[in-house]
Structure formats: C-alpha cells, structure tokens
C-alpha cells in the first residue's frame, strides 16, 4: 500500500509539472524535416504538454521566418488554440480575439468554421445560471448564431445547434423568472409582456406551455379589455403544446369565453412526444448540489427543433394604444432639387423656405401665421457664414450679432454695436415687413 501511494503522488505530481499529455487536435502528419515542419511540431508537443508560453514564441518565430510557409494558417490556428488550453480570463479574451484574426484572414477554410465554433465554447463555458449575470449566455447566442449563418455545412453546426438551443433556454428560463415575479407581485401588465416576449421567440422553451397559461392568467386579472390576448394564449396551448397539462383547461377557457377551439398541430404533438421521450433526467443529488454549481442545469432544455435565429427582443406592451406603437408620422415626402450656385450667390434669401409654414404654426383660430422675413431668419438663426451674405456686414459685423440675438426688428441691431450704415443696408434688404407692429396691429 506504501509503494502504491507512492506512486500515484508521483504521478499527481508529474502531471501537475506539465509532463502529462493533452493530445492537439490538429496536427500535421506529413512526415518531413522542414525546418518550419520541425519548428511546428515543437510548438504542439509544448501545447500538448502545456508549455504554453514557449509554444506560441516557438509558432511566432514560424510565421516570422517563414512567412510563405504552407504551415502559415495552422500556425496561427495554433496560436488561439494555445490560449483557449491556457485558460482563465486573459488566455480565453486573447483566444477569442486569435480566432476571430483567424477566421478574418482565412474565411474560406474548414479551421474558420472550428475556429468560431471554440468562440461560442468560450462564452458557452462562462454562462451562468438563469438568475445571474446574462452576459455571457447572450454573447453565447450571438456567435453560435454567426456559425450556423456563415457556416451551415459545417460538421461543427449539428452541436452548436444543440448548443444554441441550451443557451435559449437558459435566457428563456431567466424572462419566465422574471414574468411569474412580476405575476405573483401584481404587476400584470409586466408579467404579460414579459411572458408575451419569451412565448413569441423561444417556443422550444422546456416551459413554454407553463408561460402561455401565466400568460392569460395575467391578461385575465388586466380585465374584458384584453380578452382577445388571453383567448389566444389558450389558443395557443391548445395548438401548439397539445400534451400539455394545461390543454384541457384552456380548452375549457376558449369554450367559456365562447372562441372556437383549434386543433392541435401533428407536428407540435411530434415533437412534444419525442421530448418527452427522450427527456434526460437531473442525477438524484443534483437537486441538492445544484445550488452550488456556477453553470446553469440544461437538462430540460430541448433535443429538436430549429432554434431561434433572431434571439430575444424588446416587445411593445398590450397596454400601449395602437397610435402611439405605431411608426412616427412625418413628414415623408421631401423632394431635392438643384439650381444654379450664381443664383445663391446673388440672392442669398433663396436658401430660405419662404413658402413653407412649419407644423403647428397655425394659432388656435386656425389662422395661419405670416411668413417669417428672410432676412430677420439669417439674424436670429444665421450662421457666421450666413449672416456675411446681407450688404455690408462683415466678419466681425458678424459676431456682434449673433452675440446680441434675438432681434424682432432690424433697428434692434443698434444694440450689438454694428455701424448705422449697415443697418440701412440690412433695412432696405427686409423691406417694409421687418419693421417692428404697432401695439394691437398684426404685422404684415
């Protein structure tokens, strides 16, 4: 017993030091002795044996020296895989940013799909449990997203499609957390919302059936109003999720409510069977010890199905009038035309709209209000540019006004301190109309 304990702290020990091997998943079997063959080949036994950090200076000094050398993109492929073994937060950020460099340069390789596949491992191995920060899992979704879009064929895609699917219902689960508390503390048109969202863009969900029934439960509680939401969360269930344990109460809801029932979707009732069927169960301690995992349970989560490819989105609540969840209104019919610069240059006043009333000019009689004066526009809003157009004005003429707005006629410009001449010759150019009104006189 002495020689058998001695020998497996040898061996702990030998395996702590490095000495252990981790077989590299990509190596290059061509047998020759090329000196770039022979630098990578030293590189993977360093990665395989976890000397990390000489593997990578022994991969730069590769595709350094030899920089058309066929081992060029495997190097580099390297490189990331080297980080990704390393491991923690620094080694799994520089290996998702190798990866991404990878796949940049070499999009039209297989390695790019495998390359974006260990991406998605990297957040997938940090996402947390439904009830903690969703970073992670979110970040998850994207880029497993990003492989099923860019690589389809790939032989990587049928895991990641599984994958994909355990992350959902990891977000999944944390919006029906959310719904049921909003449920349960009397915020019903919270719980609707939520519950809405989560039902419309995660239907795989393992719970989705329990979230259609909340669902109506919270439009119910919210009055006659929305009874057509409510009828059409039970319709819901009924079609969709037809082995359900609540589809004989819906049933008896849409009857009461006096809606017609559906019928239940054969490719719903297959697919929620073989769920059933090949459901795996949690161990018998993972009730007990699962509150101490950092990494969410997704065994519940669905086995087929095509997940979700838009990932989950901001809804706009029941309770919003259809008006104001519409799109903004507007003006959507402007037009451009070009003339001629010797006509601006001569007339600057026709860079001004004159024949145009901005919305809601018009006062409370309907009347609509008069045209505002050109050139009384360049002096309150003009800009310096703009302003050196009007006769006599010049760059510090310029600044004087625009420090002494707003003006209601042009002989306020005695008050920025602007020479009497220019102020006939701003005069003549407004004419008649910016004279200031009589008291009680619209001005004209």
């Known amino acids: 017993m002495k020689t058998s304990a001695a020998c497996l702290a040898l061996a702990v020990l030998l395996s702590g030091c490095g000495i252990r091997r981790h077989k590299y998943d990509n190596p290059i079997t061509k047998d020759t002795q090329q000196p770039d063959k022979v630098l990578f080949d030293t590189a993977i036994d360093d990665i395989e044996h976890s000397r990390f950090e000489r593997a990578r200076l022994t991969l730069q000094t590769l595709m350094n020296t030899y920089d058309t050398s066929e081992y060029l993109a495997k190097a580099k492929l390297a490189v990331a895989d080297s980080w990704f073994r390393e491991g923690g937060g620094h080694g799994l950020a520089q290996a998702e940013a190798e990866y991404k460099d990878f796949i940049l340069f070499y999009p039209s390789m297989e390695e790019s799909a495998e390359a974006q596949s260990r991406v998605c491992d990297i957040h997938y191995k940090q996402m947390e449990k439904a009830d903690r920060d969703p970073v992670h899992a979110i970040r998850a979704e994207d880029e497993c997203r990003q492989l099923l879009q860019q690589f389809p064929n790939s032989k990587f895609a049928p895991e990641i499609e599984q994958k994909l699917r355990n992350i959902q219902e990891v977000l999944a689960e944390s919006e029906y957390k959310v719904g049921t508390f909003y449920l349960k503390k009397g915020s019903n048109a919270a719980a609707a919302n939520r519950l809405t969202a989560l039902t419309d863009q995660f239907p795989l969900f393992s719970r989705a059936d329990e979230a259609l029934w909340e669902q109506g439960e919270a439009y119910k509680r919210m009055g006659d109003r929305f009874e057509n939401q409510q009828a059409g969360a039970y319709s819901k269930i009924v079609k969709d999720y037809p082995l359900s344990a609540h589809m004989d109460e819906a049933k008896q809801r849409l009857d009461a409510m006096k809606r017609p029932v559906p019928e239940a979707d054969p490719v719903a009732y297959s697919r929620m069977k073989y769920e059933l069927e090949n459901h795996s ?97 360049y002096l309150n809003h003009g800009s310096e540019q703009q302003l050196q157009r009007l006769p006599g004005v010049s760059k510090s003429a310029a600044r004087k006004i625009m420090a002494a707005r707003p003006y209601t006629s042009v002989d306020d410009l005695k008050r920025s301190g602007v020479p009497q001449k220019v102020i006939d010759s701003v005069r003549k150019l407004a004419g008649p109309s910016a004279a200031p009104a009589a008291p009680g006189e619209t001005q004209k």
């Not at 161990?283 to 007990?288: A, D, K, V």
């Not at 997704?298 to 008006?323: E, H, W």
């Open 281 to 377: 169960k949690p161990g018998p301690l993972s009730h007990t010890f699962g509150i101490f995992k950092q990494h969410p349970d997704t065994t519940m989560a669905a086995k087929s199905g095509t997940p979700q490819m838009t990932g989950l989105r901001p809804t706009i609540p029941a309770t919003v009038p259809a008006i104001a969840a519409g799109p903004a209104t507007g003006v959507t019919d402007v037009t451009a035309a070009t003339g001629s610069a010797e006509q601006l240059d001569k007339n600057p006043d026709a860079r001004l709209n004159q024949g145009a009333n901005p919305p809601g000019a018009a006062d409370a009689t309907n009347t609509p209000a008069p045209p505002q004066n050109p050139v009384m526009e």
